[in-house]
Structures are given as C-alpha cells and as structure tokens.
C-alpha cells in the first residue's frame, strides 16, 4: 500500500485481517440546481440582513431545487458524474445506499428511484437515515460490504431537496440551508489504505434540539398539522451549535486516536458545511491550521447529508489534495448524529 512511504499511521482495520483488501473512494461527483438564492433575496422574504446572515453563519447564497426537480434527480445526477470519474458503468454498481432526510417520497426509497435513473442492475437499494451525519455512515456502511468481499463497488450518495422542508417564513432556519448532492463510488483498491477508520455516534436524549414534527407515525399530515406548520423542520439553534461543537471535536479526536495520527499529518480538514463559525470552533479546538480547512457553505449553506459530499467533491477537483495525502471529514446533525473519517487519498 502507497503512503507508508512518507506518512507515518496506523491502520486501525489491520487486526481484522482483510487480506489485503481496503475500500477507497475510487469517484466523487456533485450536482447543485441552477437556481441561487442569495441573502439580498432572504432579505425580501424574511426580516434578516445580509450582515446578520454573513457574520453569523459565513452563508452568501445557497442552490433551490426546481418545482420537478426532486432529490433522486439531484442524486442520479451527481452518481453519473462520481461513475465517471471513477471509471464505473451502471451495470457494476453492486449496491446503493442514499443517505437522506428528504426522500422523494416516504417510499419507495429514493436509492430505488435513483437506481432507475442511472439505470443500475436490480441490485440491493436503500436509503439511510442520519440526517446531516448520512454520509459518513454510509461510507462506513459501505466499507462493510466491500471488506468483506460482499460486494467490489458500491455508490453512496448524499443528497436533499431541504428546500421542500425549509419554513419560508422562520428568519431562525430559512436562512441556513439549501439543495445540493455529492456522490461517492467505493471499491477496493490494493494500492491504498483509503477508509482508515469512520466513528459514529447518536445521542437520542437530545433528539428535540432539530426535527420535522410532521409527516410521519406521530403526527400524519392532516389539515391541522399543516396549518401548524408541522412539515417544516424546527430547531433550538443554540444548543445545537453548542453539541455540534463539541460532537466534532470529540469525534475527530478518536478518528486519529485510532489512525496514531496528528492534525498536522492530515492535508485537508473537510467539515460539515453548517455554519463557519461552528467550523472554525472545531478547528481552533482540533488545532487544525486554517489552511487545513476545505469551506464552501457560503455558496451553498447547510445541505445536510449532501454537505461533506459536495464539498469532497469540490476539494478534490480543485487539486487541494493528492493520492496518497490523508483527509479528515467531520459531520454533525440532527438524532443527534455526528461522525469522523480518515482517508489515505
Ligand atoms: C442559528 C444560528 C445561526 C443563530 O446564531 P446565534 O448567534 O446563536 O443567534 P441567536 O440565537 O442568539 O439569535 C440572536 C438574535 O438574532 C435573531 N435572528 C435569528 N435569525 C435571524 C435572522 N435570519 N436574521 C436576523 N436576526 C435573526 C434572533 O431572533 C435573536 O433575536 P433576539 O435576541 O431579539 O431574540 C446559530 O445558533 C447556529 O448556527 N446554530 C446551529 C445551527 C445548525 O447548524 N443546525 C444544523 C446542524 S446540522
């Protein structure tokens, strides 16, 4: 395998005697809808100010998907770019998994929607749910299957439409979040360590602090919960900024516990893409150097589980790491969820 020539770590996988076998994202591909929304265009809808929105947050603008344009479009058109790059026709594909909070419909899932639309064999399609953490779980979902020669090459994708759940007229949260997708193809490839180590973690005693009321076994969609405003989502900004810190931290810090690794080893910092602020906290605390971080929420807010996708996808294209390089990406959401991972590129 490549990097040990000049990056000193552990492979935490190792004890588990794959034979030789790692799981390396071998494509990455992104899609965001034509349409901006910038926050001289929030400033018409709600009573906020670019100012406000830009030192609270660092967001500029975000993508909104058209009327008939759904998540499994976003989805199936970021896969088709991740397959190309990575070489993958349709008919390889042996499994999707599409993390999202914003299926296009309750079901079928979206993962089926997608595999019709990239016109996939009848492999095995599901979607995952953990919010703005989806991605980092489905890659260490992924891996699994890989690993264990289950299957050779499986698409994850993050993806959301959180335009179609956003409360147009809540100042509190229509500001932070956007449409997007970021895809992954996953493989095995001898000559790279890739997926180091993924920690996950949940915290269902905090799951009030962000959530959708509506829509679901507890309260269906009725005339009430509409006219409640129950199909938007709902959250204590405060306390989540405070846990996302603190759930990244402490995760990032495992993920290199595990590796025997240092920050300054890692050539980018790619973070979920909520708030700058909450970026630059779990930096100073990490000691990552700012040149470390890879930041593009000001042109497309919080995408929830297409955020760390997306924005993979853009650090890779613009040459900011090489094969070979280590990267660390950190997620926080709603469950609350939160994640780490460490790639060798
Ligand atoms: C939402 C968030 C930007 C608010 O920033 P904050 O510094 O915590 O701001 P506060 O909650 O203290 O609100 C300050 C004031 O701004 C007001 N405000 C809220 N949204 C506003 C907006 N868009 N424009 C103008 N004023 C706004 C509030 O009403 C409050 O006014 P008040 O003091 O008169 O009550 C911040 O808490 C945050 O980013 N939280 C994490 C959210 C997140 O990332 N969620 C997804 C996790 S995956």
């Not at 190309?84 to 026709?89: D, E, F, R, S, Y």
């Not at 993920?255 to 979920?272: F, N, T």
Request: aromatic letters at 6%.
């Amino acid at each position: 395998m490549s990097s040990s020539t000049t990056q000193q770590f552990k492979n935490p996988r190792a004890k588990h005697n794959f034979q030789g076998r790692t799981c390396s994202i071998t494509g990455v591909g992104s899609y965001v809808p034509a349409k901006i929304l910038t926050n001289a265009h929030l400033e018409k809808m709600v009573d906020t100010s670019d100012e406000w929105i830009t030192t609270r947050t660092g967001i500029k603008e975000r993508r909104i998907a058209a009327e008939n344009e759904f998540t499994s479009d976003l989805g199936a058109k970021a896969a088709l770019r991740a397959m190309k790059m990575a070489g993958v026709t349709a008919e390889q594909i042996d499994l999707i998994i599409v993390a999202t909070i914003t299926p296009d419909m309750p079901f079928p899932s979206t993962a089926c929607l997608v595999q019709r639309k990239i016109g996939a064999r009848k492999i095995a399609a599901f979607d995952l749910e953990a919010a703005c953490s989806g991605f980092i779980y489905a890659l260490e979902i992924a891996q699994q299957f890989i690993m264990s020669r289950t299957y050779d090459t499986v698409l994850v994708i993050g993806a959301e439409k959180l335009s179609a759940i956003t409360d147009w007229k809540d100042r509190n949260t229509c500001v932070l979040f956007g449409d997007g997708a970021g895809a992954a193809i996953l493989q095995n490839r001898p000559d790279s360590h890739g997926l180091l180590t993924a920690v996950m973690g949940a915290d269902g005693e905090n799951a009030d602090l962000l959530f959708m009321p509506g829509g679901g076994s507890r309260c269906p969609a009725s005339v009430e919960s509409v006219q409640s405003r129950m199909h938007y989502l709902r959250m204590n900004g405060k306390e989540t900024f405070k846990k996302a810190v603190q759930a990244m931290q402490t995760a990032a810090e495992e993920a290199l516990r595990r590796c025997e690794l240092k920050i300054s080893q890692i050539k980018c910092v790619i973070p979920h893409q909520a708030n700058r602020r909450i970026i630059d906290a779990v930096a100073e605390r990490l000691g990552a150097h700012p040149d470390q971080l890879f930041v593009n929420l000001d042109k497309y807010g919080n995408t929830s589980a297409a955020s760390v996708a997306i924005a993979l996808d853009e650090a890779v294209h613009s040459g900011r790491f090489r094969r070979g390089d280590l990267i660390l990406l950190m997620v926080f959401g709603a469950g609350l969820t939160w994640g780490a991972a460490i790639i060798e590129w």
